[in-house]
């Protein structure tokens, strides 16, 4: 994650930040990277199109409900995402499996979160 007291970017808005540092990763080697949820597609967008290799997200805080974590990988997607690098989402679910067949359908399907949602009960 971009940090560090030479990295200047808005608390607003981390959006520079975030491709920032994605592009450091591809510079220095790297094949994929993983980074925050930065709030759109839009942003986003600007993330993926910053760098030639794959865009992971990571699972961020746990939501009120998993399908607001579905509409946030299937926006990630839409904006050229390639996946995602989840822990908690999944493992503090009662039922990691279908999570991960949710998860699953909307990154290689291009199912809808709220189609996905279906595979876990609507949650």
Request: proline share 6%; charged share 20%; net charge negative.
């Amino acid at each position: 994650y971009p940090r560090g007291p030479n990295l200047r970017f808005s608390e607003e808005d981390s959006t520079k930040g975030v491709a920032h540092a994605a592009r450091l990763a591809w510079e220095l080697g790297c094949d994929v990277v993983k980074v925050p949820w930065t709030g759109s597609v839009e942003s986003f967008r600007e993330v993926t199109q910053a760098v030639p290799i794959p865009v992971l997200i990571s699972g961020g805080p746990l939501g009120e409900s998993f399908l607001d974590t579905l509409q946030t990988v299937e926006d990630s997607i839409s904006a050229g995402g390639a996946g995602v690098c989840m822990g908690r989402q999944v493992f503090s679910s009662e039922d990691p499996q279908s999570h991960v067949a949710a998860l699953r359908a909307i990154i290689h399907d291009g199912t809808t979160a709220t189609e996905a949602a279906e595979l876990i009960g609507g949650q």
